[in-house]
Every structure is written in structure tokens, then in C-alpha cells.
């Protein structure tokens, strides 16, 4: 039996750039497939769907904004006779709508029902819908197959998870949608022994050798958990990037480990600059007065700051920007990422939105965090598109990256860097300003 997996392409409009690392899902669910079936990955990012190629099963997984093109694709696979099973975050949470598109869609985690899935497509007779009966213990979980990826094609090849979910409640994340409140963890010598692993296997073919991943939603909440894990991984000699709440950057041991283990880079969500806001998503016991604080923490071992903010949330005005750009340049913010608040369907977020007819569109592929799907507050539609445009062509010019980024000579951090300066300075978007 043939199984054919495939990551659908980015949206339109996102830069064009070598893909930092490959599917996450696609090469754990690959793990999951038993030795009997073929498989081939393909990642549309690399290149267009060969809807010629033989499958007998062809698996789809996307996030909100690639649920169109990932329809389109499953469309046309069913339309060959080649049955479809559907599954991601998307499908998960609006599981009724992407019901006509697939013969089957996998519902949250698929550890536990990957095999009855595989073992009905072989007989002809899947079900509608897989919904695991409860979570999935991260107990003796497969090595991603990273073997089957063109591990060229991408900067970053090596991504793992040591930890899975969040126990916070912001009301814009749907993480807690598949996951709950739940904060799982891998036993870390089943984590060093993958690292191990795959640093043997395949980083001589990476076209940036050495580089982890940890796509963890965030690395180091159980301090003790992390502080073992961080101890366990400075023998293999690694380096890695990661997610952690900047709350937890005055416990100068656990930077201090992390830096030790590898840690290049930590990926903070400051999200807002704006009190009333966080109190609005559930985060109201952040202490903003000490974010310049925490990021100081990290520079002193070391780690670069990837910086994450939301803008257009209804506290927002167009001050709101002006305070992020100083913020950035003031703690030199190495790599800050700007997004549009985006409220995903089945969040708390978008229930409130839609409840109070501010929902501009339900086009999914717009939901990228660059497109307005909303009526701000306190801004025009178009008033804040300027504002927005402005503020990341300031904070991605040249001068400007120069300044923060200084003597950081993470290669990782200047290609993204230049990534988004020709995202902002390179293309047209006059389109979007009037949209």
C-alpha cells in the first residue's frame, strides 16, 4: 500500500525563502505508519502536488490559513478515486466543514488511532471521523522520519518537542482546543536519546548542520523538568531554538542551563505592550514593567530574543505601534515578529469578534496573521494597514536590524531578518492597503 502525505503549500504572499524545517505532523505520523506501507512526503513549499503519482491513501494535514488550498487538493485526489484522510488544527476544529472534503478527518492527536485509520483504508471502509479516546502518553513515541525529506531543501532540518500543550487559558490560542489545559512531558532520556539520533543520522546532510527545533508551545514551564533536560543535553553538543514565556527569565539557573545546552535563540510572545489588552486575552497577570527586565536576563547568557507581538486588539491605537517600535530597538529585539491579531475559529477570541459582527472575512486563507479579518476598535481598516506597513518597514530596514541584531552571528537570525526586510521592502502593497 501506498500512503502519500502532504503539507499544502503557504499562502500567497508570504516571502519566498528556503523553509526553515519540514512538517512536523507529516514526519511523525510517517514514524507512526507501519514498515509495509511506502511512503512519500511532499511538501508543497518545494514544488507543486504530482496528482499523477501513484497513492492508494493520500493524508493531509494545515493550519487554519492553508485549509482552501489543502480542500482543493483533497478535492482532487477524491475526484480520482484516491481516498483522503484529513487532520491538523484546522480539521480538528472545524471538523464539520472539512468533512465533505475527505473520506476520512483524524480529529486532535493521532498517536492512538493512526493504525485503525491505516487498517480500515486498507479493507475500504473508513470511518468519517478518528477522535482519539483520550490524550496520548508521551511515552515511547516514534523517531520522526526525517529520511523522507530532501533535508537540501530546507535551513533548519531538525525539529522535536519535549513537551506538549499549555496549561494558560489566552483566549486567542487554539492550542487548548486539541490539547486542553494539559502540560505533557516526554521522559527526557527518550528525548536525548532521538537528539542523539538524528544529529548522527542527518545532520551531515542538513545544509545548516547542528540546528534543533523544539517546537514546544513552551519549553520550560516545569522549571525542574526543563533545568533536567537542559543538564541531560550539554553533552551532545547542540544547538537549539525554542518558545518560552518571558515571565519565566528572572530564574537565572535556568537560562543559565539552557545557554550551556545549546540554546542560540528563545521565541517570547510579549504579545501586547497594552494592560488593558492582556487583561482582555487572559493574560492579566503578566507584569509588563518587567518584560525590558527579562530580556536583558537572556542577553546576559547569551540567547537572542525572538520577539512576538499582536496588533489591531481593541486597546490598540496608532501610538500602540509607535510604542512597539521603541520597545524593539530600545532592548534590541534581535528578531521581532509583528503579527495581526488573528482570532481562529473556535477560540474564545472569535467567538467574542463574531458575537459583536466585527468578523471582516471568513476566508480561512487570510487568517496568516498578515490580513485584517477584523474591524479594529480604535482604527480604521485602512488606518491600521498603514500603520502596520509603517511600523514593520521601520523595524526591517537595513539600519535598523543592523542596530539590534549587532554582533549576533546566528546565521538562522539573519536569514530571517533579511527574509522579512524583502517581504516589506520588495513587493507591492498597494493590493492589500486597499482590500
Not at 505592550?273 to 487583561?279: D, E, I, M, Q, R
Not at 530597538?329 to 477570541?349: A, L, M, R, V
Not at 542596530?403 to 493590493?431: A, I, P, T
Request: contains cysteine.
Amino acid at each position: 500500500m501506498r500512503l502519500k502525505l502532504i503539507a499544502p503549500q503557504y499562502a500567497e504572499g508570504r516571502e519566498k525563502l528556503k523553509d526553515v524545517f519540514p512538517h512536523m505532523a507529516l514526519a511523525y505520523l510517517a514514524g507512526l505508519t507501519p514498515p509495509e506501507w511506502e511512503i512519500v512526503i511532499h511538501n508543497e513549499g518545494q514544488g507543486s502536488v504530482d496528482f499523477d503519482q501513484p497513492a492508494d491513501v493520500v493524508g493531509i494535514s494545515c493550519y487554519t490559513y492553508l485549509a482552501p488550498r489543502a480542500y482543493l487538493i483533497a478535492n482532487e485526489y477524491r475526484r480520482r478515486g484516491i481516498p483522503v484522510v484529513m487532520g491538523g488544527i484546522h480539521p480538528s476544529t472545524m471538523t464539520e466543514e472539512a468533512l465533505p472534503h475527505a473520506d476520512a478527518v483524524v480529529v486532535g492527536e493521532a498517536e492512538l488511532v493512526w493504525r485503525e485509520v491505516l487498517d480500515d483504508a486498507k479493507k475500504g471502509t473508513l470511518k468519517r471521523i478518528y477522535r482519539a479516546p483520550h490524550l496520548c502518553d508521551l511515552t515511547h513515541l516514534p523517531t520522526p522520519r526525517f529520511d523522507l525529506f530532501n533535508l537540501s531543501e530546507y535551513l533548519n532540518a531538525f525539529t522535536m518537542f519535549t513537551t506538549r500543550g499549555c496549561p494558560f487559558n489566552c483566549s486567542y490560542c487554539s492550542i487548548s482546543l486539541l490539547y486542553g489545559k494539559t502540560y505533557r512531558k516526554r521522559p527526557i532520556e527518550e528525548v536525548i536519546r532521538e537528539a542523539r539520533f538524528i544529529k548522527e543520522a542527518y545532520m551531515s546532510k542538513s545544509s545548516f548542520p547542528g540546528l534543533f527545533f523544539f517546537i514546544d508551545d513552551n519549553i520550560w514551564i516545569d522549571i525542574e523538568y526543563a533545568k533536567e533536560l537542559f543538564r541531560r543535553l550539554i553533552p551532545l553538543t547542540i544547538s537549539w531554538i525554542s518558545q518560552g514565556s518571558i515571565s519565566f527569565c528572572d530564574d537565572r539557573e535556568l537560562l543559565e542551563l539552557a545557554a550551556k545546552s545549546g540554546c542560540q535563540s528563545i521565541e517570547c510572545g510579549f504579545e501586547t505592550l497594552h494592560p488593558g489588552n492582556l487583561v482582555e486575552v487572559n493574560k492579566g497577570g503578566v507584569d509588563l514593567s518587567r518584560y525590558a527586565e527579562m530580556v536583558k536576563n537572556l542577553h546576559r547568557v547569551g540567547i537572542s530574543v525572538q520577539g512576538t507581538f499582536m496588533v489591531g486588539m481593541t486597546h490598540d491605537e496608532v501610538s500602540s505601534l509607535e510604542n512597539i517600535f521603541e520597545f524593539v530597538t530600545d532592548n534590541k529585539i534581535e528578531y521581532p515578529n509583528i503579527f495581526i491579531s488573528t482570532p481562529f475559529p473556535g477560540t474564545e477570541y472569535y467567538k467574542r469578534l463574531d458575537n459583536e459582527n466585527r468578523i471582516l472575512s471568513k476566508d480561512w486563507s487570510k487568517y496568516d496573521f498578515r490580513h485584517l479579518v477584523f474591524k479594529p476598535h480604535k482604527m480604521t481598516p485602512k488606518g491600521f494597514k498603514q500603520a502596520y506597513l509603517e511600523l514593520n518597514r521601520k523595524i526591517f530596514s537595513k539600519e535598523c536590524i543592523e542596530q539590534r541584531v549587532g554582533n549576533c552571528n546566528h546565521f538562522w537570525m539573519e536569514h530571517v531578518n533579511r527574509g522579512k526586510h524583502k517581504l516589506f521592502y520588495d513587493n507591492d502593497w498597494s493590493e492589500w492597503l486597499n482590500e
